[in-house]
């Protein structure tokens, strides 16, 4: 048993946005046996530009049923059915996210109509429901609305399923596909065919169960042959263009997660089901791997990983020396505008003043010298007796700067010169991590026999990559951290 589900929301993120109208048709393999719709009222206002694409208005939903008056009838009327949508994974999401709200754990298995009808009617010029049906003949009316969408995709779902009947149909062109279609028409099926599908339906129907989280354009095949070792991987368009690139210890494992997450938004499912292929580099190295998506992310600028192409540390700890000799540390943004390297990067400017305010009391700094507490006077905290007066001259610059250089050492490179060896990409390889006076100098592989006395022996090893506040603190952090086959080598 099949369940045929289309639904209208107020928006396409599924953790904010509400169900305004749902659909389901049943289907038995061979024909729809049962049907509802049903308005929704989602509990707030529907946007004007979604009212604009559905006509679905305020008024129409004020009477309707809530979501939960509603609940107990999806779910017995999806009980033992596999659910089917066209986009499964946003439908889905959604229905799984209205009833998590309501403490229950809704769990079905899906199929996706979009990736069957690639599988079945290739070449197509569109596979989006409105274009797919325009162009292989199957009527649309109520385009946008719930009944519409799902009584066509339960037409769509009835041509596929009739399509696995043929024999020959995996090799036929859409066209050829479109014409068996024809000839098997209810008419002309015998009784047999109506009470046993055949054994090439439950081949497609299973595997198309098996593959529905994973996107139309990727095959099983493809996910097969990916290697569960550490490096980084693209994500392709049709085009052959990098949209995505990302970084594991695992990239089978990785990659896996990826594609059974549920859909978050509209651009999460136009990002999935615009994934056509994927690749990979190997780099054995974790520390390599996470420095090399960093580049890769900066240099490709992919569609979808817009949020990290300038910097994933948008804000940082600095330092000044004043005209009194007075070493200052402060926070601010860390981007374009400011082309120094920040002491330390961190996620945000109420991270960064937070992580500020730690050091200001663990080495009795200046609140006022810091940037803490705007004042032409003293600072609170030598008001009451916390600080040695170095917002007011009272304190020699020689003596405070000391606290500070402690308070810079504890957030910095523990060495200035150093080399991170860790796991090549074979058995017979090491990686090289290279910092040099506290500058990220780059990485690369070397032979595992390689050895070397001295940083500039290291230095002409590696790949010159560029270095910043991204890398900085990738490397602050990783290094903090034993890992596993990785050994530190020291040097000044």
């Not at 046996?33 to 008024?59: C, E, H, K, M």
């Not at 199957?138 to 609305?145: D, Q, S």
Request: net charge positive; with cysteine.
């Amino acid at each position: 048993m099949y369940a045929i589900i289309d639904l209208e929301t107020t928006g396409g993120q599924p953790a904010n946005d509400r169900i305004t109208e749902l659909a389901i048709f049943v289907h038995d393999g061979q024909q729809v046996v049962d049907s509802y719709t049903t308005l929704v009222n989602p509990g707030r206002a529907i946007p004007p530009f979604i009212t604009q694409l559905t006509g679905i208005t305020n008024d129409m939903v004020a009477g309707a049923p809530r979501f939960h008056e509603v609940a107990r009838k999806v779910v017995e009327m999806t009980e033992g059915c596999v659910f089917v949508a066209h986009n499964v994974r946003f439908d889905y999401s959604f229905l799984k996210k209205e009833f998590a709200d309501l403490g229950y754990n809704y769990s079905r298995k899906t199929l996706c109509t979009v990736r069957l009808s690639r599988s079945l009617i290739p070449g197509q010029p569109s596979y989006s429901l409105g274009k797919l049906c325009q162009n292989i003949g199957i009527p649309l009316e109520g385009r946008h609305r719930a009944a519409g969408d799902a009584e066509a995709t339960a037409i769509l779902f009835d041509r596929l399923l009739k399509i696995t009947q043929a024999s020959d149909a995996a090799e036929a062109t859409a066209a050829d596909a479109l014409s068996r279609v024809d000839a098997l028409a209810p008419s002309g099926r015998s009784p047999a065919a109506e009470k046993k599908p055949s054994p090439r339906r439950v081949a497609a129907m299973a595997q198309a169960i098996k593959t529905a989280l994973l996107p139309p354009l990727i095959t099983p095949e493809k996910v097969a042959s990916l290697p569960q070792e550490t490096g980084v991987y693209y994500f392709h368009n049709e085009a052959g263009e990098v949209i995505y690139v990302g970084k594991s210890i695992n990239i089978y494992k990785r990659i896996q997660q990826h594609f059974a997450v549920d859909v978050k938004s509209r651009k999460s499912l136009d990002f999935k089901n615009s994934i056509a292929d994927i690749t990979w580099e190997l780099t054995g190295s974790e520390l390599v791997a996470l420095l090399y998506e960093s580049h890769l992310i900066k240099q490709l600028k992919p569609a979808y990983n817009r949020a990290q192409r300038r910097s994933v540390f948008p804000a940082g700890i600095y330092l000044k020396t004043d005209e009194q000799g007075y070493k200052r540390l402060f926070y601010g943004r860390a981007d374009a505008r400011n082309s120094e390297i920040p002491i330390i990067a961190l996620g945000n400017q109420y991270k960064a003043q937070g992580f500020l305010y730690h050091k200001v009391s663990k080495y009795n700094l200046c609140q006022k010298l810091c940037g803490l507490y705007k004042t032409d006077g003293s600072c609170f905290a030598y008001q009451v007796h916390q600080c040695q007066g170095a917002c007011v001259g009272q304190e020699p610059p020689e003596s405070y700067n000391e606290r500070v250089d402690a308070a810079i050492d504890s957030i910095t490179y523990e060495h200035e010169s150093f080399v991170v060896v860790g796991p090549g990409r074979r058995a017979d390889e090491k990686s090289l991590v290279v910092v040099e006076n506290g500058r990220y100098l780059g990485f690369g592989y070397v032979d595992e026999t390689f050895t070397a006395r001295k940083i500039t022996d290291f230095r002409q090893a590696v790949q010159p990559y560029a270095d910043n506040k991204d890398v900085q603190q990738i490397i602050r952090n990783h290094v903090r951290t034993k890992r596993k086959g990785e050994q530190v080598k020291l040097f000044g």
